[in-house]
């Protein structure tokens, strides 16, 4: 059906109406066949949880599309087309029932979150035959029993374990203590006892191990010895039969290091870089580098410096491809993104690249460079230090400080400066699509710099208004405006809803899928519930907790103002990525963030949105 629908194209070019729901028909049949694995996998995870708020209704399996499960509720991929499940993390839900034995099907998953459930049952004694890849796994706050498996042992590639706040009894197996990847182990709060394991790579503080009376040893309080009277037999049968057992353990050992080694070759199919392997004998190829910021390298200094793109240094993964970290001899760090499925021949990449590698502003990540080997595409970045807007928002670990009023507004109004510049001074003029926060990223200085700018379709320089989507690619889930996924188009306006809900994030503290502080009867999104805040005239009630009564009120509501106006219905009503960043420059002119020269830079190609900036600031506040 979709052969001859192309095959009729031409018959329909006379009518754009009729192309446009050719288009969004063909977005739905002709994508290649899911990865049906961890498609049963998430099938089967829904099946065995009781999900009494409905948190995961958008799991919706009828959609056949390829990468169709990247946009349920909580999942990431490794590649948005692509469906393989990177991580899972269903948090906070209120999910019953016993640990889900079908993820075993997510052969590819690294990361998994069920903390803050009222999952029960015991933790499965199999557990490294059903998550044996993860690297971070986290079991907090539920209802788990029994003991720990001593097959965790074998989850190798650990380097996150979190059993905090559950109803487990016994030892913890000495054996985990040989997880040499470990930085975080925390069992707080159980009913264990017995020596704590010693952990060969890694120094675990004794708050990891609180409210269970029972442990002992280092860095607890030492564990008491056997009596007097029972030392001896101890010691004679320990004796008797250590030589016995040595020569068994002996055997068992290599026994079981034998089939780790040939365990290990196939596993390495199954961590996301099997496609490594294919670029070894490009090595050589030299990358295509913008200017002198950093000295010339080859493929093979970055395969080096991200040790053949191993998971372990992947700091990112979203809709363009995965970030991987890279670290040079020199002590330099880099960003390394991998584009996979561009759909770009070479010459039309390198054109691409020419282009963005001009494309240059305060606010937005340096792109320093490309590669190009076979069909793999690696774009080249100046590191972030401070990772992404959204970790800094959503992802703070416990007990960390919450960024305080003129940070949140520094990166809104600078954010929306480079925004604003893309839309309206770049030339060509670039339409994002895929704005979030962790598109966002913060260097050192916390200074916002926008990434993946450029690698969505750029604008026509001669119909700067639209731009047809391609691929079907809408955004992420809870940044979408409303009309996308109607008119199959992506517009300015479409950018400024999405960063309004970023906007939104900065002012509310709230994750654009799930509202924390909502009540329990309501399952809507973060603008949902800032429709239905604003409507009840209750609109304060969405501002972050943290924020409140330190003098900037007033700043903050206008901030709240201005962000519901980026994300009204009707496209039309939105105001321009300039007009956003006049008004939000309004807000913050005290704290200097910016100067004359940069609005008049933009205000040579985006007129004079005075009245604007009053209009909405004045009102309401």
Same mark, same amino acid.
């Given at each position: 059906?979709?052969?001859?629908?192309?095959?009729?194209?031409?018959?329909?070019?006379?009518?754009?109406?009729?192309?446009?729901?050719?288009?969004?028909?063909?977005?739905? /049949?002709?994508?290649?066949?899911?990865?049906?694995?961890?498609?049963?996998?998430?099938?089967?995870?829904?099946?065995?949880?009781?999900?009494?708020?409905?948190?995961?209704?958008? +799991?919706?399996?009828?959609?056949?599309?390829?990468?169709?499960?990247?946009?349920?509720?909580?999942?990431? @991929?490794?590649?948005?087309?692509? &469906?393989?499940?990177?991580?899972?993390?269903?948090?906070?839900?209120?999910?019953?029932?016993?640990?889900?034995?079908?993820?075993?099907?997510?052969?590819?998953?690294?990361?998994?979150?069920?903390?803050?459930?009222?999952?029960?049952?015991?933790?499965?004694?199999?557990?490294?035959?059903?998550?044996?890849?993860?690297?971070?796994?986290?079991?907090?706050?539920?209802?788990?029993?029994?003991?720990?498996?001593?097959?965790?042992?074998? @989850?190798?590639?650990?380097?996150?374990?979190?059993?905090?706040? *559950?109803?487990?009894?016994?030892?913890?197996?000495?054996?985990?203590?040989?997880?040499?990847?470990?930085?975080?182990?925390?069992?707080?709060?159980?009913?264990?006892?017995?020596?704590?394991?010693?952990?060969? &790579?890694?120094?675990?503080?004794?708050?990891?191990?609180?409210?269970?009376?029972?442990? @002992?040893?280092?860095?607890?309080?030492?564990?008491?010895?056997?009596?007097?009277?029972?030392?001896?037999?101890?010691?004679?049968?320990?004796?008797?039969?250590?030589?016995?057992?040595?020569?068994? /353990?002996?055997?068992?050992?290599?026994?079981?290091?034998?089939?780790?080694?040939?365990?290990?070759?196939?596993?390495?199919?199954?961590?996301?870089?099997?496609?490594?392997?294919?670029?070894?004998?490009?090595?050589?190829?030299?990358?295509?580098?913008?200017?002198?910021?950093?000295?010339?390298?080859?493929?093979?200094?970055?395969?080096?410096?991200?040790?053949?793109?191993?998971?372990?240094?992947?700091?990112?993964?979203?809709?363009?491809?995965?970030?991987?970290?890279?670290?040079?001899?020199?002590?330099?760090?880099?960003?390394?993104?991998?584009?996979?499925?561009?759909?770009?021949?070479? =010459?039309?990449?390198?054109? $691409?690249?020419?282009?963005?590698?001009?494309?240059?502003?305060?606010?937005?990540?340096?792109?320093?460079?490309?590669?190009?080997?076979?069909? $793999?595409?690696?774009?080249?970045?100046?590191?972030?230090?401070?990772?992404?807007?959204?970790?800094?928002?959503?992802?703070?670990?416990?007990?960390?400080?919450?960024?305080? +009023?003129?940070?949140?507004?520094?990166?809104?109004?600078?954010?929306?400066?480079?925004?604003?510049?893309?839309?309206?001074?770049?030339?060509?003029?670039?339409?994002?699509?895929?704005?979030?926060?962790?598109?966002?990223?913060?260097?050192?200085?916390?200074?916002?710099?926008?990434?993946?700018?450029?690698?969505?379709?750029?604008?026509?320089?001669?119909?700067?208004?639209?731009?047809?989507?391609?691929?079907?690619?809408?955004?992420?889930?809870?940044?979408?405006?409303?009309?996308?996924?109607?008119?199959?188009?992506?517009?300015?306006?479409?950018?400024?809803?999405?960063?309004?809900?970023?906007?939104?994030?900065?002012?509310?503290?709230?994750?654009?899928?799930?509202?924390?502080?909502?009540?329990?009867?309501?399952?809507? *999104?973060?603008?949902? +519930?800032?429709?239905?805040?604003?409507?009840?005239?209750?609109?304060?009630?969405?501002?972050?907790?943290?924020?409140?009564?330190?003098?900037?009120?007033? $700043?903050?509501?206008?901030?709240?103002?201005?962000?519901?106006?980026?994300?009204?219905?009707?496209? =039309?009503?939105?105001?321009?990525?300039? $007009?956003?960043?006049?008004?939000?420059?309004?807000?913050?002119?005290?704290?200097?963030?910016?100067?004359?020269?940069?609005?008049?830079?933009?205000?040579?190609?985006?007129? *004079?949105?005075?009245?604007?900036?009053?209009?909405?600031?004045?009102?309401?506040?």
């Amino acid at each position: 059906m979709a052969v001859l629908l192309i095959n009729m194209i031409p018959y329909f070019r006379a009518s754009s109406t009729l192309i446009t729901i050719l288009v969004g028909f063909l977005l739905t /049949v002709s994508f290649s066949q899911a990865a049906q694995r961890d498609v049963d996998c998430l099938r089967s995870l829904k099946a065995s949880l009781h999900d009494p708020n409905n948190y995961l209704s958008t +799991w919706n399996f009828s959609n056949t599309t390829e990468g169709s499960i990247c946009r349920f509720t909580g999942v990431d @991929c490794w590649h948005p087309d692509e &469906n393989k499940v990177l991580n899972i993390r269903l948090v906070d839900m209120g999910l019953s029932g016993e640990f889900p034995l079908g993820l075993s099907s997510c052969s590819s998953m690294t990361g998994l979150d069920l903390s803050s459930n009222h999952i029960s049952g015991q933790i499965p004694n199999n557990i490294s035959k059903v998550v044996g890849f993860l690297t971070s796994l986290d079991l907090s706050n539920n209802r788990f029993s029994g003991e720990i498996p001593v097959d965790l042992a074998n @989850c190798t590639y650990l380097n996150i374990l979190k059993l905090d706040n *559950n109803q487990l009894t016994g030892q913890i197996p000495y054996q985990i203590g040989n997880l040499n990847r470990m930085r975080t182990f925390t069992v707080t709060s159980n009913h264990l006892s017995g020596p704590v394991p010693h952990f060969v &790579n890694s120094t675990i503080p004794a708050d990891s191990y609180a409210d269970n009376p029972g442990l @002992c040893g280092e860095p607890l309080p030492p564990c008491r010895g056997p009596s007097v009277k029972h030392r001896t037999p101890i010691v004679i049968g320990a004796a008797v039969g250590g030589v016995s057992v040595g020569a068994l /353990v002996f055997a068992v050992g290599m026994f079981f290091f034998l089939r780790k080694v040939t365990r290990k070759k196939k596993e390495e199919d199954l961590l996301g870089n099997k496609w490594a392997k294919s670029i070894k004998g490009t090595k050589r190829i030299k990358l295509s580098m913008f200017g002198k910021s950093v000295s010339k390298m080859s493929l093979n200094d970055i395969m080096k410096a991200t040790n053949d793109f191993s998971k372990e240094n992947i700091i990112g993964s979203g809709r363009t491809g995965t970030v991987y970290k890279a670290l040079l001899e020199d002590g330099t760090s880099l960003m390394v993104k991998r584009l996979q499925d561009t759909q770009h021949s070479e =010459k039309e990449f390198m054109s $691409e690249m020419a282009t963005l590698g001009n494309v240059s502003h305060r606010n937005l990540v340096p792109l320093l460079g490309y590669c190009m080997t076979k069909k $793999e595409r690696f774009l080249i970045y100046k590191f972030m230090a401070n990772g992404t807007l959204h970790e800094k928002l959503h992802d703070a670990k416990d007990g960390a400080e919450a960024m305080d +009023w003129p940070l949140r507004l520094k990166i809104g109004i600078r954010a929306a400066k480079g925004f604003a510049w893309l839309h309206h001074s770049c030339n060509p003029r670039i339409i994002h699509r895929n704005i979030s926060s962790k598109c966002i990223l913060l260097d050192e200085d916390y200074e916002p710099k926008i990434s993946d700018f450029g690698l969505a379709r750029l604008m026509n320089p001669v119909d700067t208004h639209l731009s047809t989507f391609v691929n079907g690619e809408f955004g992420d889930l809870g940044y979408v405006a409303p009309e996308y996924t109607r008119t199959l188009l992506a517009t300015p306006k479409g950018d400024v809803y999405s960063f309004g809900v970023v906007l939104l994030e900065l002012v509310t503290g709230e994750k654009p899928t799930f509202v924390a502080k909502a009540p329990e009867s309501f399952k809507g *999104n973060l603008v949902e +519930w800032i429709t239905q805040l604003s409507s009840e005239s209750k609109l304060h009630d969405a501002i972050d907790e943290t924020l409140g009564g330190k003098g900037y009120d007033s $700043e903050v509501f206008q901030f709240l103002k201005v962000a519901c106006s980026c994300v009204l219905p009707g496209h =039309k009503e939105r105001p321009t990525m300039f $007009e956003v960043y006049q008004l939000l420059r309004a807000i913050g002119q005290r704290y200097a963030f910016t100067t004359e020269d940069d609005v008049m830079v933009l205000s040579e190609e985006s007129g *004079n949105a005075g009245p604007l900036v009053e209009l909405i600031v004045a009102r309401d506040v």
